[in-house]
């Protein structure tokens, strides 16, 4: 093959009454013009912004940030732990038992929570359940020892004999202090 080589395959003839439109940067500006089938011309002018967000965006973005803060999600941080979650109750409280994952290594605890009450205990009642101190080591951090909340109980996955909780999927977050 003689010459350079063309990137992209070549571009097909133009036919009559086709739309085309074609770009001119004019102070600031995109002028576009529009050719119809019917020969008839259109010309639209838009201001092209600079790097300063609308007013509307910002607006849209606060309410969606008060929003996640009234219902209790703006305080929680990644990365997520996934796994299995068993509560058993144990006098007034419950003993809590966790093995799943987080950055794809192997994360687990136990703990105990106080008061709590394993046969009343629905769901979307789980959810919002704080494990304070429980984080494991080398997830979010290091040491580990942060608090989590549990964020998502996967519901078909969810069983209650009265005395103790097995949900097999679960999702916990990071309390962002």
């Known amino acids: 093959m003689s010459g350079r080589a063309r990137p992209f395959p070549p571009r097909p003839a133009r036919r009559a ?6 770009t ?3 102070h600031g500006s995109a002028k576009i013009a529009v050719n119809s089938k019917k020969g008839e011309r259109a010309n639209m002018l838009r201001t ?10 910002v607006m849209v973005l ?11 999600y703006a305080g929680l941080s990644g990365p997520a732990i996934v796994g299995l979650l068993t509560l058993t109750q144990n006098g007034a409280g419950a003993d809590v038992v966790f093995a799943g994952q987080c950055k794809e290594n192997t ?29 494991p080591s080398g ?16 519901r078909p996955q969810f069983l209650n004999t009265g005395t103790s909780i097995v949900v097999t999927t679960v999702v916990l977050l990071y309390v962002v202090p």
Request: aromatic letters at 4%; charged letters at 10%.
């Open 24 to 26: 001119s940067r004019l």
């Open 107 to 135: 994360a687990g605890f136990t703990t105990n929570v106080f008061p709590f009450d394993v046969a009343t205990t629905t769901a979307t009642s789980l959810e919002g359940l704080n494990l304070p101190g429980v984080g």
């Open 62 to 72: 606060t309410l969606l940030i008060a929003s996640l803060a009234a219902t209790g």
């Open 139 to 154: 997830c979010l951090s290091q040491p580990g020892g942060e608090e989590l909340t549990v964020t998502t109980v996967v």
């Open 48 to 57: 092209v912004r600079g790097h300063r967000p609308s007013a509307v965006v």
């Open 17 to 22: 009454g086709l739309l085309e439109a074609t």
